[in-house]
């Protein structure tokens, strides 16, 4: 079956500092991938997507590159700010899985001043 | 303003009490989603419609049931039958079903048990 597989967090940082959320996933057939950024108490929001091998999505300084050699979909940032802070969320569609999302368990952020 | 709106924002059910979640959405889409999320973890399909007057369970769909009688609306009721229903609760729409299309999630219903 279809899996997502995120660093373990919580992630904290400082302020400038790069952020690297690291996203591995196991799909048949040639998922999409999504990032997912979720505020305290809030829905979720869609960050940034990659629909095919070698896809770059981006958004907000935010970016991921769909690896398909490497079954992965890393986020990455190069100067994170206060306002980043939350919790970051990969996912995957593929076509056998009925247009469900399938979810990691979700990687929290905190980025000091 | 386009997007999904959930009512309540915190909901209270006492044991055996059924209640039901709303899930309204004006951006025109056919597909709507319920997901569960509990804490520390990702979110879990519980049902999914693709078009009105159809829907089709997801992974966890026991002791919930749904309804889909308009195109806008998508109504979750957590039965008495599911006995750990404290979660956070986000309702999803897509414009259709194919694989690249994106879901758009609602702000969400806390789910708490007296």
């Known amino acids: 079956g279809n899996s997502v597989t995120q660093m373990e967090g919580p992630v904290t940082l400082s302020e400038e500092a790069f952020l690297t959320i690291n996203c591995t996933y196991t799909?048949?057939?040639?998922?999409?991938l999504f990032w997912y950024v979720q505020y305290p108490g809030e829905g979720l929001q869609l960050l940034l997507k990659?629909?095919?091998?070698?896809d770059k999505g981006s958004n907000k300084g935010f970016e991921a590159t769909y690896r398909k050699e490497t079954t992965s979909f890393h986020l990455e940032k190069g100067s994170v700010q206060v306002s980043d802070s939350a919790v970051y969320f990969c996912?995957?569609?593929?076509?056998?899985?009925?247009?469900?999302?399938?979810f990691g368990q979700g990687t929290i952020l905190t980025v000091h001043p | 303003d386009g997007g999904i709106t959930q009512s309540p924002k915190y909901l209270f059910r006492k044991e055996g009490q059924n209640v039901t979640l709303s899930c309204e959405q004006n951006?025109?889409?056919?597909?709507m989603y319920w997901y569960r999320q509990d804490p520390g973890q990702g979110l879990r399909l519980i049902y999914y419609?693709?078009?009105?007057?159809?829907?089709q369970k997801g992974d966890i769909a026991e002791g919930y049931s749904v309804s889909r009688e308009k195109k806008e609306s998508f109504p979750l009721t957590v039965t008495s039958a599911q006995k750990n229903p404290t979660a956070f609760y986000l309702c999803?729409?897509?414009?259709?079903?194919?694989?690249?299309?994106?879901?758009?999630f609602g702000p969400g219903t806390r789910l708490l048990v007296l």
């Open positions: 419609s693709q078009i009105v007057n159809d829907f």
């Open positions: 996912a995957l569609r593929s076509g056998t899985s009925y247009g469900k999302l399938t």
């Open positions: 999803a729409s897509s414009i259709g079903d194919s694989l690249q299309e994106t879901q758009y």
């Open positions: 951006l025109n889409h056919d597909a």
């Open positions: 990659a629909t095919k091998a070698d």
């Open positions: 799909a048949t057939g040639y998922p999409s």
